[in-house]
């Protein structure tokens, strides 16, 4: 028990792993300001799948990053299994690169 202490809120990864405290997932999410056809959308994100009798989410798991990111028809995409903030930033600005490899017009939208 005399490990145990407060933590303080300005302390680093390396702190929390110190006394025993790690960040196993981090979940997030993202407003991509638009609303998405995924069946359209599945054909357009490689690495993704869409099976719409199972989960209302497109499952976008890019391969050269770290976590996976759910996206539902609202555009509300959710990140989860982020190891760090890091991890993080990279796989959203790697979204929102793809999906701004193309003009609005251009993406599978269901409006």
């Given at each position: 028990m005399s490990k145990i202490r407060k933590i303080d809120e300005g302390a680093s990864?390396?702190?929390?792993?110190?006394?025993g405290l790690s960040v196993e997932?981090?979940?997030?999410?993202?407003?991509?300001?638009?609303?998405?056809d995924l069946m359209n959308l599945?054909?357009?994100?490689?690495?993704?799948e869409y099976e719409p009798e199972t989960t209302p989410f497109l499952i976008y798991r890019p391969s050269a990053f770290k976590g996976t990111v759910l996206i539902p028809t609202n555009g509300m995409a959710s990140?989860?299994?982020?190891?760090?903030?890091h991890d993080l930033?990279?796989?959203s600005n790697h979204l929102i690169s793809r999906l701004s490899d193309v003009s609005p017009k251009e993406l599978?939208?269901?409006?």
């Open positions: 990864e390396e702190d929390l792993e110190d006394i997932n981090i979940v997030a999410t993202l407003d991509l300001g638009q609303e998405f599945v054909e357009f994100l490689d690495e993704s990140f989860v299994g982020c190891k760090s903030k930033i990279t796989l599978p939208s269901s409006s």
